[in-house]
């Protein structure tokens, strides 16, 4: 194992099932083109639920739906995954056409230590009119093996016919109770207090509730 949490995140997302039996229903029917996007608030398990999903996709021999973590896919870490390939904007405000071709050209050059070849877009609605453009032109002539995970809080920003090519899965705003747990997981070290008085400003983002925590 690389350590890597990523290889066991799919069992730590939580308050999320029907998004994740969506997706598994999606996936088990072979999925291997196309894109996938994952939106609804932020904080609530988007991301980590794409990047989990890559890894179980990317493993050479997925044991009841988890990554092995030992074959060469699961021992290669994500940011040097030749078959993986993420996108996210960073501290800039916008993705522009040259990200996205960057991105494009890399998945063509993947080497194939998987079956699949993914490319994860964080923050999709970010993308220039150009970007989406360019995105979308990839989509409308699909490559076999390659899999976009697109991940936003804003669909609504999204281009209509980039929106329109797109298998989606609403994630929800978390419950109280899966809330606290996740807090309770992640900071262990906080009062139960700190993270009770948190939980009414966190509106249902696990994200937020966990930035109340640390600096009250
Ligand atoms: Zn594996």
Known sequence: MTGDPSLSALSSIRGQDRALARLSRILAGGLRS?????????????????????????????????????????????????????????????????????????????SLVSPVRIALLDEVHRLTPEASNSLLKSLEEPSDNLLFFLVSPSPDRLLPTLLSRL????????????????????????????????LPLSGGSAGRLLGLVDSP
């Open 34 to 110: 196309g894109a996938v996007l994952l939106w609804g608030p932020e904080g609530v398990g988007k991301r980590t639920t794409a990047l989990a999903l890559s890894r179980r996709i990317l493993c050479a021999e997925p044991q009841e739906g988890a990554p092995c973590g030992r074959c060469l896919s699961c021992r290669t870490p994500l940011a040097a995954h030749p078959d993986f390939h993420l996108l996210e904007p960073g501290e800039t405000q916008s993705i522009g056409i040259d990200a996205v071709r960057e991105l494009l050209r890399g998945t063509l050059e993947s």
């Open 167 to 198: 298998l989606k899965v609403r994630f929800l705003p978390l419950s109280d109770g899966d809330l606290a747990a996740v807090a309770r997981e992640r900071r262990p070290e906080s009062p139960p207090e700190a993270i009770e008085r948190a």
